[in-house]
């Protein structure tokens, strides 16, 4: 694989982030698991594939109700974190790969369920990944996509605080402009949900980005406007926001 620069950006955030990434608790949040896992509509003899599965935690859930999962991701350092947190629940229905979202290398149809997580946003052609999600389910399948959507009002606002944030986010889709990508492809939508995500803006940025974004949400916080669309909010603890995140799965 020939990675492209942007590529290296993410590898070199991730490797930085894996095991931070790993232990933040809001990233398996019991509520949001579980709306997930309701969208994905497992059974017993599902083989599932988790694109950009990060350090394997929606895999690993999906493990317990499906055959098999596999899980890819572009950061090695990531596919480490997947295979510890396997070792610890003690799963033999995994396996792990490292790989490009868009060029995914598997037969067509070879999995019932396709699903990323909290993975678009880091794409510079999320419609691509999409189309390599729809070439690997089978047909009667489910694909299923999970990723922070703001408002299409706040989309500028958003992408501004999270590329500070994390300089491997390219923009965070609207959620028309999610299900637009899936009718080009093709697709029936089967679910469309959503939830509001708490989480806390410390643990989630890198110390030489905290003066700018302190600077960003506390301009937000004060002029009561909600111009980033994350309900910000500043206390004794720090800042806490809200990431803005839609499920949507659609029948293959």
Partial sequence: ???????????DQFTRWAKPFADLPLHAEAEAMERTLAACALTADADVLDVACGPGILACAMAGQARHVTGIDLTPAMIQQAEARQAREGRSNLEWHVGD?????????????????????????????????V?????????????????????????????????????????????????????????????????RLAPLADAQDMAALNAL????????????????????????????????AWDR
């Fill in 135 to 199: 070439r690997v389910c089978r047909p009667g399948g489910l694909i299923v996509v999970i990723d922070a959507t703001p408002a299409p009002d706040k989309q500028a606002a958003y992408d501004m605080m999270e590329t500070l944030r994390d300089p491997s986010h390219t923009s965070a889709l609207t959620l028309d402009q999610l299900r637009a990508i899936g009718r080009e492809a093709g697709l029936r939508e089967a679910v469309i949900d959503d939830y509001r995500l708490a989480a």
């Fill in 217 to 248: 949400f506390d301009g937000d916080i004060a002029g009561g406007q909600d111009r980033i669309g994350v309900g910000a909010w500043r206390d004794a603890d720090g800042i806490g926001f809200h990431f803005p995140v839609s499920i949507v």
């Fill in 1 to 11: 694989m020939n990675a492209t620069a942007h590529d290296r950006r993410i590898v």
């Fill in 101 to 133: 979202a868009t060029a995914l290398p598997f037969a067509d149809g070879a999995f019932d369920r396709v699903t990323t997580r909290y993975s678009f946003h880091h794409m510079p052609d999320p419609a691509a990944a999409l189309a390599e999600m």
